[in-house]
């Protein structure tokens, strides 16, 4: 009987999984909308009460993207105070939508990816996940890893998109 050899694990390939970057916390929208007087202005005196008597607590530990549904001109400050109330007990507060939450949540992690780690390996970005991984982490890693690795893959380690092979020329002396 002839011994079944496994290619992959013999490969040398390090598979990068952006879903182990994926922060935990809840997700929550904050819109200006209710805020609104009519639905249409937001009145300082009014949002300045409501800012001091708010529950803030509610927010603790939750990542917080901050918008306005309504097509209402927002001053730039009401953002500004938003988050400065939010921000002593959220885990992150964005301005814009759940898209926007979850690409700064990963550009947040990836910040935190040593990219010597990866120094000369010949690294896969692994594409399938449970939790949805936006493009621009996407973008985010390959930007950060390309200076560094000797190839860079998309996929799965047994059926990877090649996407970059570091040229024979710039190859680095360990």
């Not at 922060?23 to 805020?35: P, T």
């Not at 390959?142 to 860079?152: A, E, H, N, W």
Request: charged fraction near 25%; glycine fraction near 4%; hydrophobic fraction near 40%.
């Amino acid at each position: 009987m002839e011994e079944i050899i496994n290619r992959v694990a013999k490969s040398g390939l390090i598979t990068l999984d952006l879903e182990d970057y994926y922060h935990q916390g809840e997700r929550v929208v904050y819109d200006l909308k209710d805020n609104l007087f009519m639905g249409m202005i937001l009145k300082e005196k009014d949002f300045r009460e409501f800012l001091k008597n708010h529950d803030w607590a509610q927010y603790t530990g939750k990542n917080v993207a901050v918008g306005c549904s309504e097509d209402a001109i927002i001053p730039t400050w009401a953002y500004m105070l938003l988050t400065l109330h939010l921000s002593p007990y959220a885990h992150t507060v964005v301005f814009g939508d759940l898209n926007d939450l979850e690409e700064k949540l990963f550009f947040d992690a990836i910040t935190s990816i040593n990219p010597e780690e990866y120094r000369d390996a010949r690294v896969v970005v692994k594409g399938c996940s449970k939790h949805p991984v936006p493009t621009a982490a996407y973008v985010e890693i390959t930007r950060k890893l390309q200076p560094v690795v000797q190839t860079l893959m998309f996929g799965e380690p047994c059926s990877t998109v090649p996407l970059y092979k570091r040229p024979k020329a710039l190859a680095t002396t360990t």
